[in-house]
């Protein structure tokens, strides 16, 4: 009986590590979609919900209508209680073809996938492409990444130009943008940061259709949302690698904090240094800041993963471990936190938005565990006196 305890625990504690997959933030609850262990790719939207200590991914698994990998996903609809998978490899978990179906949005209050009808001409299935909701007007800015044989399409073309999802009205947006058109990339990070502006950082293209090119770190690509307008600064400060397949989240003081990726070196696939930098986007010209963080705590070096912010809390989970001398070495399960106050890897992080009843129960059982473990030893002690004396 123990052990058949024992090993559910371990079922249900343990999950796989996905690579490649694809996260939205609603309230307190991190919603991940799709990616690949290595052999199979998921058809499972799992979500962690930071009201619960020491929650669990696997404990939450619902199955998505297809088997999705290198999509991207934003939140959306009027209430913005709705995620949208858009893009990526979509395959048909019946047939394994791939999906004729760009669009699955999940609806986090009644639980179900809808492929929801979007007026306007559907444009080609990219992969790696960013996505960036807009809650001024509820329009979700999905920029470059790429056409490839694996998305359906002959040649591999890497895009330097929006899809725009209205997720409110459903149909596709055509918007003529001012200033100078930016590179193409794709695995770039998109974060949207004061006053409407959509930072780019980093990602790569292919050159001449064989070789590999990253993007320049410190060349910042930002788009302005109420203007319609590209833009450029050049970030000066800490020397950084250039990457793709990094994170970036807005921190509470309204700076960037980027973490993981890879650079092109010998090998495609190395591990870009130093791992969480900062890009300070509040202060012009916008600076590059490699802070020294205690290692305690810290997550291994990523790529491929997912990250998120919570009040003053990053998350990060998943991806591929880099290594300084080989393409990656395995891929990750856990959950890191990184408190953006102290700038330390933390153990657990309770949202202030979590009720106080949620607080109070949780201080309590913590107090009543203590009293408990307490009285064990207190009781142990005692016995063993009695043991002693007799
Ligand atoms: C899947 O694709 C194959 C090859 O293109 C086709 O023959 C088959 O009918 C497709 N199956 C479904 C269910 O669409
Ligand atoms: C989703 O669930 C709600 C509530 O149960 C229901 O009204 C709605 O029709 C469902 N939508 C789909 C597409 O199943
Ligand atoms: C892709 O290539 C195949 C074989 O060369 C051809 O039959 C097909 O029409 C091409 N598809 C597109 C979208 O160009
Ligand atoms: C964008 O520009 C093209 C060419 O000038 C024009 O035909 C099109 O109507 C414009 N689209 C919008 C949404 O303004
Ligand atoms: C790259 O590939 C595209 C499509 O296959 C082709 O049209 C183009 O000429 C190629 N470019 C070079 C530089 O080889
Ligand atoms: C993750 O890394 C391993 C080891 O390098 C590699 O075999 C695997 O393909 C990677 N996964 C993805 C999805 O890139």
């Given at each position: 009986m123990l052990l058949l305890i024992l090993i559910l625990n371990i079922y249900f504690l343990v999950t796989d590590g996905r690579v490649g997959l694809t996260s939205a933030l609603i309230g307190p609850k991190l919603y991940v979609m799709g990616g690949t262990e290595g052999k199979y790719v998921y058809a499972s939207l799992l979500y962690y919900d930071f009201t619960v200590l020491f929650d669990n991914f696997a404990k939450h698994a619902t199955p998505i209508p297809v088997y999705s990998i290198w999509g991207t996903a934003s939140i959306g609809g009027p209430d913005r209680t709705k995620i949208f998978l858009i893009g990526g490899i979509m395959a048909d978990t019946k047939s394994g073809n791939l999906s004729n179906t760009l669009v699955y949005s999940y609806d986090t209050i009644n639980g179900n996938w809808t492929a929801p009808e979007i007026s306007g001409n559907q444009p080609l299935r990219r992969r790696e492409a960013s996505s960036t909701f807009n809650p001024d007007n509820g329009w979700i800015y999905i920029f470059g990444g790429a056409t490839t044989k694996s998305t359906g399409f002959n040649s591999t073309i890497f895009y330097n130009d929006f899809i725009i999802l209205d997720s409110i009205g459903l149909s596709w947006i055509n918007i003529n943008s001012s200033g100078d058109a930016p590179s193409r990339r794709a695995s770039h990070t998109a974060t949207l940061i004061e006053n409407g502006i959509i930072v780019f950082i980093g990602g790569y293209d292919l050159v001449d259709?064989?070789?590999?090119?990253?993007?320049?770190?410190?060349?910042?690509?930002?788009?302005?949302?109420?203007?319609?307008?590209?833009?450029?600064?050049?970030?000066?400060?800490?020397?950084?690698?250039?990457?793709?397949?990094?994170?970036?989240?807005?921190?509470?003081?309204?700076?960037?904090?980027?973490?993981?990726?890879k650079k092109i070196g010998d090998l495609i696939g190395l591990r870009a240094k130093p791992d969480l930098v900062v890009l300070k986007v509040t202060t012009i010209p916008f600076q590059w800041f490699a802070p020294?963080?205690?290692?305690?705590?810290?997550?291994?070096?990523?790529?491929?993963?997912?990250?998120?912010?919570?009040?003053?809390?990053?998350?990060?989970?998943?991806?591929?471990?880099?290594?300084?001398?080989?393409?990656?070495?395995?891929?990750?399960?856990?959950?890191?936190?990184?408190?953006?106050?102290?700038?330390?890897?933390?153990?657990?992080?309770?949202?202030?938005?979590?009720s106080t009843i949620i607080r109070s129960i949780q201080i309590i059982g913590i107090i009543m565990y203590i009293v408990a473990a307490v009285g064990l030893l207190v009781s142990s002690f005692l016995k063993f006196k009695k043991y002693k004396t007799q």
């Amino acid at each position: 009986m123990l052990l058949l305890i024992l090993i559910l625990n371990i079922y249900f504690l343990v999950t796989d590590g996905r690579v490649g997959l694809t996260s939205a933030l609603i309230g307190p609850k991190l919603y991940v979609m799709g990616g690949t262990e290595g052999k199979y790719v998921y058809a499972s939207l799992l979500y962690y919900d930071f009201t619960v200590l020491f929650d669990n991914f696997a404990k939450h698994a619902t199955p998505i209508p297809v088997y999705s990998i290198w999509g991207t996903a934003s939140i959306g609809g009027p209430d913005r209680t709705k995620i949208f998978l858009i893009g990526g490899i979509m395959a048909d978990t019946k047939s394994g073809n791939l999906s004729n179906t760009l669009v699955y949005s999940y609806d986090t209050i009644n639980g179900n996938w809808t492929a929801p009808e979007i007026s306007g001409n559907q444009p080609l299935r990219r992969r790696e492409a960013s996505s960036t909701f807009n809650p001024d007007n509820g329009w979700i800015y999905i920029f470059g990444g790429a056409t490839t044989k694996s998305t359906g399409f002959n040649s591999t073309i890497f895009y330097n130009d929006f899809i725009i999802l209205d997720s409110i009205g459903l149909s596709w947006i055509n918007i003529n943008s001012s200033g100078d058109a930016p590179s193409r990339r794709a695995s770039h990070t998109a974060t949207l940061i004061e006053n409407g502006i959509i930072v780019f950082i980093g990602g790569y293209d292919l050159v001449d259709n064989t070789t590999f090119r990253i993007v320049d770190i410190n060349q910042i690509l930002m788009y302005d949302t109420k203007l319609g307008k590209w833009e450029y600064q050049f970030a000066v400060g800490d020397n950084v690698d250039p990457r793709y397949g990094h994170t970036s989240v807005l921190a509470p003081d309204g700076n960037i904090i980027v973490y993981g990726g890879k650079k092109i070196g010998d090998l495609i696939g190395l591990r870009a240094k130093p791992d969480l930098v900062v890009l300070k986007v509040t202060t012009i010209p916008f600076q590059w800041f490699a802070p020294s963080i205690p290692t305690e705590n810290a997550p291994p070096p990523l790529t491929y993963h997912i990250a998120a912010i919570i009040e003053n809390c990053m998350v990060i989970s998943y991806g591929n471990i880099t290594s300084d001398f080989s393409e990656p070495i395995g891929s990750n399960s856990e959950v890191y936190l990184f408190d953006t106050n102290s700038y330390k890897w933390i153990k657990e992080y309770m949202p202030h938005s979590a009720s106080t009843i949620i607080r109070s129960i949780q201080i309590i059982g913590i107090i009543m565990y203590i009293v408990a473990a307490v009285g064990l030893l207190v009781s142990s002690f005692l016995k063993f006196k009695k043991y002693k004396t007799q």
